[in-house]
């Protein structure tokens, strides 16, 4: 009969309880929405600052759990085509739900081409000879299926098409406020506006003119196609915010916080919560604590011995966000994706929220 070891006991619980500093108490990835029973009997949203959810998964459930904290969702199931088509099907059971519960909603468009980003599928609709088409397309996508508005999210525009893209927005614009809708837009997050690289594209003063909402996707400053690095530091989601506020109309501005992570090894790669957790138990590290970024990161080395680096968010990084961009009287805050935040980072959104 083997003897129990009293030392690997041991390290399992220092792991178990260092995860649980990063985490928060019932906040482990694979501890989310699937486990909690909770009845939602049309909750009336009290927020004091607004949130927009992004619903682009199977994201019912927090929807339901969050419909007091969420005020505007939109709905990542459509895309455009190079010829201004849209494409998509919708869910009338989510439009359904979230207008019961007092819910504003918003048809995201995006120009995805097998799942990607497409500067060509951009520079084509946004062409004089496709523009109408789309501008028609999008309205109607609107008014047939009950949104409220439109969010598009059109990235990796060419620096050529700037001026196209500000006056799409403007036609578009005039074309949703004729009829009652509201238009909002996903813009790359900026610290300033050099004529280079396809952030130039979008010319924040002159998009602001027409849309309602604007939102600032302030993640991905490292991504998986660059050198790691924090999603999103505090300081620069800062840097990000300053620039916004000096050429959008503050109650126009949301900032957009992920909640997830990237996994770099011999070429980086998305990871999400569960997944993470995973890593950790998997290679029994140690997430610690940058001070620099305000974001949790760890190493470690694969079964081939390669060395790996991630960095992710917690709702400790997210709550160091939201204080940065309290400094700012922004109309509110858009999460990237309901779905991926768990229960701790939920209380540490419903919080911030309530604040006057």
């Not at 792991?15 to 909770?38: A, D, Y």
């Not at 007091?68 to 895309?79: L, N």
């Not at 299926?145 to 006056?167: K, Q």
């Not at 998305?270 to 138990?281: C, D, K, P, Q, T």
Request: aromatic share 14%; glycine share 6%; hydrophobic share 40%.
């Amino acid at each position: 009969m083997t003897k129990n070891k009293p030392g690997i006991y041991f390290i399992v619980v220092i792991l178990l309880c260092l995860i649980g500093v990063f985490w928060g108490k019932n906040s482990f990835p694979g501890n989310s929405w699937e486990q909690e029973k909770e009845e939602n009997l049309d909750k009336k949203n009290t927020a004091k600052i607004e949130v927009l959810g992004y619903y682009a998964f199977d994201s019912l459930q927090a929807l339901q759990t969050n419909a007091d904290t969420i005020r505007e969702m939109a709905a990542a199931w459509y895309t455009i085509d190079a010829q201004g088509r849209i494409n998509g099907q919708t869910n009338a059971q989510v439009l359904a739900q979230a207008k019961k519960d007092h819910i504003s909603t918003f048809a995201l468009i995006q120009n995805l081409t097998q799942g990607n980003f497409s500067s060509a599928v951009a520079h084509q609709f946004l062409s004089k000879a496709n523009r109408k088409e789309a501008i028609k397309e999008i309205a109607h996508l609107a008014k047939k299926n009950g949104f409220d508005g439109i969010n598009l999210d059109i990235e990796l525009v060419e620096p050529e098409d700037r001026n196209n893209f500000s006056l799409f927005v403007k036609e578009l614009a005039k074309e949703l406020h004729g009829n009652s809708l509201s238009l909002a837009l996903s813009l790359p997050a900026k610290t300033g506006d050099p004529k280079k690289g396809w952030h130039y594209a979008y010319d924040y003063q002159a998009l602001a003119q027409w849309a309602d909402k604007i939102v600032i996707m302030a993640y991905d400053q490292h991504w998986f196609g660059g050198d790691p690095g924090p999603v999103a530091s505090a300081g620069w989601v800062k840097q990000v915010t300053e620039y916004a506020v000096r050429k959008i109309p503050e109650e126009k501005i949301f900032i957009g916080l992920g909640y997830y992570g990237y996994d770099w090894g011999t070429k980086g790669s998305y990871v999400s919560g569960r997944e993470i957790f995973s890593l950790i138990a998997t290679y029994k590290v140690f997430p610690f604590w940058d001070e620099e970024s305000n974001c949790p990161t760890f190493k470690y080395y694969d079964s081939q011995s390669k060395l790996h680096e991630v960095w992710f968010e917690n709702p400790q990084s997210i709550q160091e966000k939201l204080e940065v961009i309290d400094q700012y009287p922004v109309a509110g805050i858009a999460l990237w994706e309901i779905s991926f935040l768990d229960r701790s980072a939920w209380e540490v959104i419903k919080e911030y929220s309530q604040k006057i």
